[in-house]
């Protein structure tokens, strides 16, 4: 374990979030950032990544509504950015990036798992096996670079986003998505000890990723709050239904989007979702 001071203000003036016997989560007096302190250091956080297996299952049950969740992020950079080179990272088996090449990208993928990254790479995907702190990235390169659920896993958030920025073309955008702690410390306070993961190293609110982005350079286009679009097949899930049924049920990616949208009236956001330039 390692202690670290604040990532985004440097300083280690912290209250305690939570306490239990798995982590320790406190929040940075100076900005606000919430995050696991002490924590895994490197060696640790190798262990835990040398076992980490997606669901692969799951995944495949729910591609059609992966699918719906990859066209819409595609649709929403396109505001931006209408074609070029695109660096997925954290980019598993490589669904998105399949999506995005579909659509005529030039795709490219940094994964973890060597595993993930095998499979993704059958695929015909240029994939780098490691962390985005060892990959090496040619300055300016990238029109678009995206990373869904991956910055609260990052040991320094700010190095990678500013390893990010130098990647990207001038005028390039970063698109991501995180867990968003607004949601889960208003409405989920009982149960965040289920919410909060070990391996999440970070926990950001719209405040605290805002601030970080500009730390790094980026102009925010971008940032809202929404319910998680891949929860559908998950609940039905839980709920008893099958997963060969989630597979083949016609009408879930139709229910998908106005479900969706109630669920965001109820105030049930929680992702953040962020678009922001260089
Ligand atoms: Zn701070």
């Given at each position: 374990m390692e202690e670290v001071s604040c990532d985004?203000?440097?300083?280690?003036?912290t209250k305690n979030i939570v306490s239990s016997d798995k982590f320790n989560i406190v929040q940075c007096q100076g900005c606000g950032l919430v995050y696991m302190n002490p924590r895994p250091d490197k060696r640790l956080l190798g262990e835990y990544y040398a076992n980490y297996y997606s669901d692969l299952k799951g995944h495949y049950e729910e591609e059609r509504l992966y699918k719906c969740r990859f066209k819409e992020r595609l649709d929403a950079i396109k505001k931006y950015k209408n074609g070029g080179r695109l660096l997925d990272i954290g980019c598993g088996v490589g669904f998105f990036l399949q999506s995005a090449k579909e659509r005529k990208w030039q795709v490219s993928g940094i994964e973890l798992s060597s595993l993930s990254a095998d499979i993704a790479r059958s695929s015909g995907v240029d994939v780098f096996t490691g962390s985005i702190e060892d990959a090496d990235l040619e300055s300016g390169s990238f029109d678009v670079i995206t990373m869904w659920h991956v910055i609260e896993h990052l040991q320094r958030p700010s190095g990678a986003l500013k390893k990010i920025y130098r990647a990207l073309k001038k005028g390039g955008v970063l698109a991501l998505e995180t867990p968003n702690m607004d949601y889960y410390f208003k409405f989920k306070a009982d149960k965040l000890n289920d919410v909060l993961r070990r391996e999440h190293l970070y926990n950001f609110s719209s405040r605290t990723l805002t601030r970080l982005l500009e730390n790094s350079g980026f102009t925010v286009l971008n940032l809202e709050q929404k319910?998680?679009?891949?929860d559908l097949g998950g609940m039905l899930k839980k709920y008893g239904v099958k997963g060969y049924l989630v597979k083949h049920l016609p009408f879930l990616s139709v229910i998908r989007e106005p479900l969706m949208r109630f669920r965001g009236l109820l105030g049930q956001n929680e992702v953040i979702v962020a678009y922001a330039k260089k």
């Open positions: 985004i203000c440097g300083i280690d003036k319910p998680s679009g891949t």
